[in-house]
C-alpha cells in the first residue's frame, strides 16, 4: 500500500527558509503526480504547488510563486519554501495520484488519491 510520509516542518523566523520532504513507500513513484497542498484551522485545504511524474513541469499558487519550489528525486518530493511569511503557517501535506500521462499537475485536492500526515509549518513575525 502506497504511503506518503512528511518531514522538515518547524518553527522558523518570518524571512526565512524551511524543506519540506515526502517519502513514498509501498510502491515506485514513477508515474505519480505530487502535490503539496496546506490548510490552517477553519479554512479548506489550499494549493500549494505540484510536480508531473517526470519532474519537468511544475504549478505554483499564486501566493508562493518565487518563493517555493517543488522538485523530486527517486523516491521523494520536497517542497524548498524561501522567504516565508507568518501567513505561510498552516499544516503542509504532500499527495500523490498515479497520472503517468499528466503534463499538467492538478491544483484540486480531489485530484488527489493518496495523501500524508500532515507536518506543521510555524512562521514567527
Known amino acids: 500500500q502506497v504511503q506518503l510520509t512528511e518531514s522538515g516542518g518547524g518553527l522558523v523566523q518570518a524571512g526565512g527558509s524551511l524543506r519540506l520532504s515526502c517519502a513514498f513507500s509501498?510502491?515506485?513513484?514513477?508515474?505519480?503526480?505530487m502535490g503539496w497542498f496546506r490548510q490552517t484551522p477553519g479554512k479548506e485545504r489550499e494549493f500549494v504547488a505540484a510536480?508531473?511524474?517526470?519532474?519537468?513541469r511544475t504549478r505554483y499558487a499564486d501566493s508562493v510563486k518565487g518563493r517555493f519550489t517543488v522538485f523530486r528525486d527517486e523516491n521523494t518530493v520536497y517542497l524548498q519554501m524561501s522567504s516565508l511569511k507568518p501567513e505561510d503557517k498552516a499544516v503542509y501535506y504532500c499527495?500523490?495520484?498515479?497520472?503517468?500521462?499528466?503534463?499538467?499537475?492538478?491544483?484540486?485536492?480531489?485530484?488527489?488519491?493518496?495523501w500524508g500526515q500532515g507536518n506543521q509549518v510555524t512562521v514567527s513575525s
Open positions: 499527495a500523490g495520484d498515479w497520472r503517468p500521462y499528466s503534463y499538467n499537475p492538478s491544483p484540486e485536492s480531489n485530484a488527489y488519491a493518496v
Open positions: 509501498g510502491g515506485t513513484i514513477n508515474g505519480y503526480v
Open positions: 510536480v508531473t511524474h517526470s519532474g519537468k
